[in-house]
């Protein structure tokens, strides 16, 4: 006991909200996976799968406000839990449309919007933790690994389920996710406490060295008026607004290769199941390693210089990247050098991910978790535009003339972070 009181408990608790946030894009990209299979058994076009895209997205976006609502109310412990348990129910349920189902793609859109909706609470109850758990100068590590499952989970389930749905079919790939998702839940409720006093194993020396390193220092939720109040102010203020138009941006870039890649490179680029499989992970493992980097990258510059520099500024030219990458591997004839070339333009966009959870955190303190839901909101927005604008952009004007607007959406994203203050604390 002694040994593990010694261990940073806090370190082991955010490693396991990146395990949280890989099974969360392991839900999120099942059904881009899945989808060449879905539409030819469901006989619809890309336009129509770009509907079941994005309304997860549009449950996911609708309820983020809400979801933070809730972590500041009960507790990301309890929140996350049934979070999980909700994503794990409709993935399961995912496998019972089919042809013969009335209205199947009605219902599987249905479906899909309820799954996002139970996704919502994920990264506003994560930052509901970090605000109670990590100090301010950690936060950008922090951050940056939980954000790091969202590559890992959609890298790694690539040939995961690539090689289920090869074995036994689509349906396989949901019950796969809906049986993680509800393991990782259970062992979440078991491991963690909402605040760091709470919790045995969390030493002495640990927790002052939490709480000192918190702006304030509270042992229990915050008065749903004082929530409320929050909303109602952070909407008005002009460094959340701009995150939150900023991650509209950002989502529209992401979920570009969330949805669409793995599709991109099978109908543009003529790729095979196998070698596609493969080739589509290298956007996730820039997406990862990026977004690790990123994150400390953030905090030594917020540490050695200050905190616009190492939030904001980061942000900023993380997006200009993207937009460059962007531009040229859509240019690119060769299939490989295209898609390296683009999966620079995810790692690049990887480096600003933890700077939005971070300043939410640190500007909104205890309400960080219905801050986190605004601004998450935005981004989701983003995914849901790009699920279906994407199709018809390529179907208009090429693959090409979609990536080109996806980067001057990231111009429009990194000139937003120029506007942000991450030292101005909400009131």
Known sequence: MAALQRFPFRKLLVFWLFLLSAVAYLDRTNVSIAGSAIRAELQIDNIRLGWVFSTFLVGYAA??????????????????????????????????VGPKLPHALAILIAMR???????AVLYPASNQFISHWIPVSERGRANGLIFAGVGAGAGLSIPVLTWLI???????????????????????????????????????????????????????????????????????????????????????????????????????????????????????????????????ISDWLSQVWNRRAGRCGLAAVAFFLTAVFLVIGSQVRGTIAASLILAGGAGALYLSQSSYFSISADIARERAGVVAGLVNMGGQIGGAVTASL????????????????????????????LVVEPGRAQT
């Not at 919007?113 to 996704?119: K, N, T, W």
């Not at 709470?198 to 640990?206: A, F, G």
Request: proline residues 4%; hydrophobic residues 55%; aromatic residues 20%.
């Open 166 to 296: 090869s074995l036994y079919g689509w349906r396989s790939a949901f019950w796969f996710s809906a049986f993680v998702g509800i393991f990782v839940g259970l062992l979440w409720f078991l491991l963690a406490t909402d605040f760091p006093k709470q919790h045995t194993l969390v030493s002495r020396e640990e927790l002052e060295l939490i709480e000192s390193g918190r702006f304030i220092q509270k042992s229990g939720p915050e008065p749903v008026a004082e929530q409320a109040g929050l909303l109602r102010s952070s909407v008005d203020r002009r460094s959340v607004t701009a995150m939150t138009m900023s991650y509209f941006c950002y989502g529209y870039v992401a979920w570009i290769y969330f949805s669409w890649f793995f599709i991109y490179l099978a109908q543009a680029r003529n790729l095979d199941l196998k070698t596609n499989a493969f080739v589509s992970m290298i956007p996730f493992l820039a997406m990862t390693v990026c977004c690790l980097a990123g994150g400390g």
């Open 390 to 417: 994407t199709p018809w952009i390529a179907s208009r004007f090429g693959w090409s003339s979609a990536f080109v607007f996806a980067a001057v959406l990231a111009l429009v994203g990194g000139l937003l972070w």
């Open 113 to 119: 919007f309820l799954l996002g909706a139970g996704e």
């Open 63 to 96: 309820f983020q406000i809400p979801g933070g609502w809730l972590a500041c109310r009960f507790g990301p412990r309890r929140v996350l839990t049934a979070g999980l348990l909700w994503w794990g129910v409709f993935s399961a349920l995912t496998v019972f």
